[in-house]
């Protein structure tokens, strides 16, 4: 197939066996290119190969994360392409090869995907590591993670004959080098020997840059001297209006100079992005999940049974409200026995079927505040006691060098112990793919408690709406346009507050709708709680899906 939209990203989530993604940026690309094959977009993707992966979890008895290597094997997953090409990084060449994947709709339409692989035997020994590790190493390993990922991408596509792309999707600011390559392509093809402000409009007509971070700590950037040393491009100093901010190459910036699309992946995201970069027009496309690999074998069978072509039109899961609530019910507990087997084999912790079952699990990070529900033990000790009985599952990967996260993850431990009577807390060690789509379907409500507004959007709950599991969220990210209240979830809003100092309003707003609201519901009222299930998957997972998403990038801004 000829690739028509090139589509870069830091890492992809292509199967549950290959750990070549960390979280959300790499299963949101995954998503994408299954719903893109489905749709039959003619789209191909590059992304690097993480021959090490990304690292398998293991916690202590304290709850403290250590890291292990999660080594796979590429050749049962891939195909190496008899292809070379090359980058100069520090004025060395360095080579790679390219090994190819293939997601294939159920209609057998492909979207090929390139890993870029440095491991080869012509370039030196830490050449040859490049891209062995997702998220790994110093600012200067990363750097030259994004010559190979950016210009790499470019002469890779180009050795492979793809010659007729029209654009290039920046699925975040790491492959923003890209650009760099499409301006050599144009001097090159005028003959000339440097580009020109002519070049940089002309090279902005073919990207689309879809920015994920509402906080300018999270965008890459590296010191001039670093850039100057790893690329040796004279025009990076003498263009910094184009390829820097604060005088840092800064590749979010360079993304936006050579973008004539630019998109936040949730409305608010868009808002907050546009207070960030006002000289930017920002336009919002809300993300989603692929429907098919995140529902439950149960929710999937009762789907065909009275929604027959959900798979292929997932609008149609609005008619979710024809299915008899008694059978939204019985696949729900299908998904949660499933959770909860799973959850005691792991742990011991005898957990029960029949408790209302909380469900956390995302990177563990500052800003998502993992622990924010474990605020005020003796609150809960007392909503227990007094109201209903409840229990929580909890999972979650910090980045190495997030210890700030590694802490949050001891917190979570601590109070496991001190509730133990109470409440049950597990925290289930290396969340991935296959504990994802076990715990979004198999817990009864989803509870997500962001620092607003840092979540752009967030996708694990669109994950939950599909097996009509309910939310119960700060507002922020997607759940702003998810949510509505007492039908396909609950807000936890503590009103007007004061953002840095909103932990104990925001607890006490949960802790609220917890007790008065959700606990009653699931035990008092088990019709109105299958209620905001059906509306669950009816008025969210018939939107917020990336067969909707993509839908939105091939009007908006692929083919305009
Ligand atoms: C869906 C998913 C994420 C992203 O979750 P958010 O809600 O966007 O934070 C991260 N990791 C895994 C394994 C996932 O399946």
């Known amino acids: 197939m000829n690739v028509k939209i090139a589509y870069f990203s830091m890492e992809i989530a292509l199967e549950p066996g290959m750990p070549t993604y960390s979280g959300g940026l790499g299963v949101l690309a995954g998503d994408t290119l299954r719903a893109a094959a489905d749709l039959k977009v003619p789209l191909g993707a590059v992304t690097l190969l993480y021959r090490k992966g990304y690292f398998c979890q293991r916690l202590d008895a304290s709850g403290w ?57 012509e370039n030196a020994a830490w050449d040859r590591t490049l891209t062995h590790h997702l998220y790994g190493g110093d600012a200067h390993y990363r750097l030259c993670q994004e010559v190979v990922l950016g210009i790499g991408g470019v002469r890779m596509l180009r050795a492979l004959g793809h010659n007729t792309i029209a654009r290039f999707h920046l699925n975040e600011g790491h492959a923003a080098l890209l650009t760099l390559a499409l301006l050599d392509e144009q001097t090159a093809r005028d003959g000339r020997n440097a580009f020109t402000r002519a070049d940089v409009n002309t090279v902005r007509q073919l990207c689309v840059f879809t920015t994920h971070t509402p906080v300018p700590a999270g965008h890459d950037k590296f010191p001039l001297e670093l850039a100057m040393r790893v690329l040796g491009r004279k025009e990076i100093p003498e263009m910094q209006d184009v390829f820097c901010y604060d005088g840092l ?92 087997e799973y959850v005691n084999r792991e742990t011991n912790a005898g957990m029960r079927e029949d408790r209302l079952t909380l469900g956390f699990a995302r990177r563990a990070t500052a800003y998502k505040r993992a622990d924010l529900f474990l605020h005020d033990i003796n609150r809960l000790q007392a909503i227990a006691a007094n109201t209903g009985e409840f229990q929580v599952v909890y999972a979650g990967k910090a980045h190495p060098h997030d210890h700030e996260g590694k802490e949050q993850i001891k917190r979570i431990f601590q109070a496991r112990d001190a509730l133990k009577d109470r409440v049950q807390i597990v925290y289930l060690a290396d969340y991935n793919w296959a504990l994802g789509a076990l715990m979004t379907a198999g817990v009864d409500v989803w509870l997500n408690t962001p620092q607003p507004p840092q979540e752009a959007s967030g996708t694990s ?100």
């Open 65 to 121: 994360q250590r890291e292990e290597p999660n080594e796979w094997a590429v050749e049962d997953f891939l195909t190496e392409l008899p292809t070379r090409a090359s980058v100069t990084v520090e004025g060395r060449t360095v080579y790679f090869r390219a090994w190819q994947y293939e997601v294939k709709s159920a209609e057998g339409f492909t979207v090929p995907v390139y890993l870029l692989d440095t491991d080869v035997p």
């Open 461 to 560: 709950g669109m994950k939950a709406a599909l097996n009509g599991v309910p939310s119960l969220s700060i507002l922020d990210g997607w759940w702003i346009e998810g949510c509505i209240e007492d039908k396909t979830g609950w807000a936890i809003d503590p009103g007007p507050v004061d953002n840095d100092r909103r932990t104990g309003p925001d607890a006490a707003a949960l802790y609220d709708k917890l007790e008065r609201v959700i606990l009653p519901l699931y035990a008092k009222n088990r019709q109105g709680f299958i209620d905001v299930m059906s509306h669950a998957i009816a008025l969210n997972g018939s939107f917020f899906n990336t067969q909707r998403m993509v839908l939105e990038y091939t009007l908006k801004a692929y083919f305009r």
């Open 249 to 340: 190459l800064n590749m979010t910036h360079l993304a936006l100079n050579l973008s004539n699309y630019v998109n936040g992946v949730a409305k608010k995201h868009a808002e907050v992005s546009r207070l960030m970069f006002a000289k930017y027009p920002i336009n919002a496309i809300t993300n989603g999940v692929h429907v098919p690999s995140w529902v439950s074998p149960s929710f999937a069978a009762l789907f065909d049974r009275y929604i027959p072509g959900w798979r292929e039109d997932n609008f149609s899961l609005r008619y979710a409200f024809r299915i008899p609530p008694q059978e939204i019910w019985d696949a729900h507990c299908e998904a949660k026995r499933r959770l909860i």
